[in-house]
């Protein structure tokens, strides 16, 4: 078949443009001849399956992964790390906070929320966990009190919100939240700022409120799961994917015969991998949040690492934000590090592209873009940060980038041909066991 | 069902805010009281019925509206209006394109192409159509000029990618034709915009070219289709939604039996419709593409309409963006001007929410927004703007607008209840046929 589509393109190409002859540079022949390097699939799957079966060891068994072991272990840890709960159990915490402040109330002491800091400098990296967790310090929040009286108010109203939301057994957006009390909340900061003190202090992760974000992300390939009890199978879906439902507590019942999770950065290549149902000859699921990743893909990809304990590989551009991407899948952003536990999947593979592919798959120079100065002021930044520090392939990947100043996009590869992605670059990098 | 709801909601509110006595706003009762003016969903949906009979009745029979006609029934037109064509034809143009092109230099002539002009003053607002159209003016593009040997080069290196592309039968994005060629191509910006000329010059829309857009949109609701041969039904696309494919042309076998087409313009509203599953009371289909309309949703959107003869019902935000999304559904975008239609819906009904709606919903004070200065200067644009002067009805709605100097959010409905919007707003709408 490849043999088949060569010729096809060739044909095509001469067809095409009549005016010149075909050109084919040393870089595509170069390119062209890896195709010769492949071994049969079943080879490859081989290797495949090897990788996932060690993965799926390497993990404790049970949904609770070594990184929720933290706060279980020991809840008054020096750490915040909140956890999914259930609507009964979020809104009797809800009643016990309520109950204290009637109590006080009545006990003539008025009433006070005790909030845990979410300050920056509150902030911090545990290389033990590989995430950025919230160290716990806690201050007042009382209402007889000029300063915090108008806070403590909205913090019991966002709680009574919440409380309604559980009840009546739906999700709402944070936008939905702020407009129920626009008058108290003045703008939306407010109310979002105090959400998430609001799940810090019960201990629960802002899905388990039922406040969700907005989604982003599609997933296509090996994969069935039920959507709010609609049986979704991802080998089905078309070309377009599944959107990735913005309230993970409503899915359920995953299961999978893959071997690996492709988490891509783009919607292009995506596009590409659906398109060539990728998922077909090389069983696994392609997830993507289309650029930056938010908290539902995020949600999402973690349970499947965790329900499957399949192998994360990466596929995203070769330069500072590819890398930048990865670190919020593995580490989290700081704005929402007490939740961290929830968000992120440790042990994802950078696969490619990567800044020695470039030359290794002679990847054309006019294809390869000038780094600009703020992209290595990124790139210097990456190389200080403790999740890079810690993998020594990482660390000389990112100094080549540097070195060389040089960046690629994933579709840079198709100067090799449209379907060079699919059909040459990840069937030999996954041969190869080439990621890091 | 409704009366457990307000029990359930009344009695959250209480438990939730200890501190507080229930406050019930006039605004909000008077909302609540609008819930005892719906009739029986029977009676709606009999509207609805007549609705949708009158929709389908009004439109010819076919695929082919009559939007389409012109440029069927006189291909030498004064207006450029291209067609989805299958690969076969595309195909076929291409080598005819090609092969005068071969004949004019075995003659001795050298060759040129005729490109269309798409600048902005070639194009024009059709009233008759109710689109935005590009007057037929042509330019010679030769080869043997140096100031635009060029564009020719890159021209004809387009219509041989095009060419390999549709002989492969794949999809490809802006981008990746791009990579194909960067030392010729130079940059993005004019491979696309030889990939417009192209389109122009094969009388086919891009989508034929199989040169695809990213994707942004969702869809649920009451509507099977098959997305690349995967049979998609999308009452079972549980709260995230099906993703609409970002090549329109793997679309097939659209089926249906909504009673109409809800356009969202955003994604918190379209979560709400999806998780309480309006389409289930309403028979409807829901689609959003998130914001500013991407070019995939609207090649859907318009699908739909030809197909199943549906009205389309709009939920926008109350201020000049949301109009201004109507007008790209409904009038295309200057810049794909060629293609405006196979990319515009016509008569899409303003259902809401509509300035008039703040004061008749008696939206609080405080969930509305000042207009920016920025604001009143698009709205006024959009009152010079031929498609809302056709609508009177838009037109008082507009003024209304600028002359309180207030918008709104979708979301602003949410003051009177998480669900007021698909318990009370949207079912009173239909109910009084509150459409303009």
């Given at each position: 078949m490849s043999e088949k589509k060569r010729r096809a393109g060739a044909g095509a190409a001469a067809g095409g443009s009549a005016s010149k002859k075909p050109r084919v540079s040393s870089a595509a022949s170069y390119a062209e001849s890896l195709r010769s390097k492949l071994r049969p699939d079943a080879s490859i799957l081989a290797t495949l399956r090897a990788l996932a079966s060690a993965c799926s060891k390497s993990e404790p068994a049970g949904a609770s992964s070594s990184s929720k072991a933290l706060a279980e272990d020991d809840p008054a840890a020096n750490y915040i790390v909140?956890?999914?709960q259930?609507?009964?159990?979020?809104?009797?915490?809800?009643?016990?906070?309520?109950?204290?402040a009637a109590r006080s109330i009545l006990s003539g002491r008025g009433f006070s929320f005790a909030v845990p800091s979410r300050a920056s400098s509150n902030q911090v990296y545990l290389p033990d966990l590989d995430r950025i967790v919230l160290v716990r310090r806690e201050s007042a929040r009382p209402f007889a009190n000029v300063a915090t009286a108008r806070k403590a108010t909205i913090t019991a109203r966002v709680l009574s919100l919440v409380h309604a939301v559980l009840r009546r057994g739906i999700h709402v957006t944070k936008r939905d939240l702020f407009y129920t009390d626009v008058k108290l909340f003045g703008d939306q900061a407010q109310s979002d700022a105090v959400l998430d003190d609001v799940s810090c202090m019960l201990g629960c992760t802002r899905s388990?409120?039922?406040v969700v974000a907005s989604e982003k992300g599609v997933v296509v390939g090996r994969l069935t799961f039920a959507d709010d009890g609609d049986r979704i199978d991802c080998t089905r879906m078309g070309v377009g994917g599944k959107a990735i439902p913005p309230?993970?507590?409503r899915v359920s019942g995953i299961e999978s015969d893959a071997l690996f999770i492709l988490l891509v950065e783009k919607d292009a290549a995506f596009m590409r991998l659906a398109e060539d149902r990728f998922y077909n000859r090389f069983p696994c699921i392609i997830l993507t949040a289309k650029g930056q990743p938010d908290v539902a893909t995020r949600l999402f990809l973690r349970r499947l690492k965790v329900e499957l304990k399949l192998p994360v590989l990466a596929l995203v551009d070769s330069d500072p934000y590819g890398l930048k991407i990865l670190s919020v899948y593995m580490c989290g952003s700081k704005n929402m590090s007490y939740d961290?536990?929830?968000l992120t999947t440790p042990d994802?593979?950078?696969l490619g592209v990567r800044p020695s592919d470039l030359d290794k798959y002679r990847v054309p120079e006019q294809c390869r873009l000038p780094m600009t100065d703020h992209d290595i002021k990124v790139g210097k930044e990456m190389l200080e940060e403790d999740f890079v520090k810690q993998n020594e392939g990482w660390v000389k990947e990112l100094e080549m980038m540097l070195r060389t100043r040089q960046k690629a996009e994933i579709q840079a590869l198709s100067s090799f041909?449209?379907?060079?992605l699919t059909e040459v670059y990840l069937p030999l990098k996954l041969q190869q066991e080439d990621w890091i």
């Open positions: 909140v956890a999914d259930d609507s009964a159990s979020v809104t009797s915490r809800i009643n016990r906070l309520v109950l204290a388990s409120l039922h309230n993970i507590d961290s536990a929830n994802i593979k950078w041909g449209f379907q060079y």
